[in-house]
């Protein structure tokens, strides 16, 4: 079976729009994101089986998929990514959700654990911790700082 199926898309666009929440993009963007793997998540018939039988007008019967997104998951089950991934991951690697996968972290602090600090994985985040960094990072306060130690 394809990899693509509608789980693994929709899967794909949630991710998109978590990088996205971690960068502080366009809201509204991000919002349509994840409206778009709601539905295609839950889709009865296989994207990959619409595509090849009604094209990206066909796509765009799913509730929350337009133009822009149809094409981006034709994209995907061509090629298994699209451009707009590319090129956000390139900035902010695909690992930095694993931050926001630790308790204590939410993507307002694993924007700046990235942007300022340049912690990019949960790896990177244990090294970061053992040095002492936790410290460093406003809105991380003595309890947080030990949750987050905790659950690594």
């Given at each position: 079976?394809n990899?693509?199926?509608?789980?693994?898309?929709?899967?794909?666009?949630y991710?998109?729009?978590?990088l996205?929440?971690?960068?502080?993009?366009?809201?509204?963007?991000?919002?349509?994101?994840?409206n778009a793997?709601?539905?295609?998540?839950v889709w009865?018939?296989?994207?990959k089986?619409?595509?090849?039988t009604?094209?990206?007008?066909?796509?765009?019967?799913?509730?929350?998929?337009g133009k822009?997104?149809?094409?981006?998951?034709?994209?995907?089950?061509?090629?298994?990514?699209?451009?707009a991934?590319?090129?956000?991951?390139?900035?902010?690697?695909?690992?930095?959700?694993?931050?926001?996968?630790?308790?204590?972290?939410?993507?307002?602090?694993?924007?700046l654990?990235?942007?300022?600090?340049?912690?990019?994985s949960?790896?990177?985040?244990?090294?970061?911790?053992?040095?002492?960094?936790?410290?460093?990072?406003?809105?991380?306060?003595?309890?947080?700082?030990?949750?987050?130690?905790?659950?690594?």
């Amino acid at each position: 079976e394809n990899a693509m199926n509608n789980e693994a898309i929709a899967r794909r666009f949630y991710r998109l729009a978590a990088l996205m929440e971690i960068r502080d993009d366009d809201p509204f963007r991000l919002r349509s994101y994840r409206n778009a793997a709601e539905a295609i998540e839950v889709w009865p018939t296989s994207l990959k089986e619409i595509a090849e039988t009604e094209g990206i007008s066909g796509l765009q019967t799913i509730p929350g998929v337009g133009k822009a997104i149809a094409g981006k998951v034709v994209e995907l089950l061509n090629r298994g990514s699209f451009d707009a991934w590319d090129r956000l991951t390139a900035e902010t690697p695909e690992s930095v959700l694993e931050l926001v996968e630790v308790p204590g972290i939410g993507p307002k602090t694993a924007a700046l654990l990235h942007q300022r600090f340049k912690v990019s994985s949960r790896d990177e985040l244990k090294k970061f911790i053992a040095d002492g960094g936790l410290e460093m990072v406003d809105g991380i306060g003595p309890k947080t700082a030990e949750r987050i130690k905790e659950a690594l």
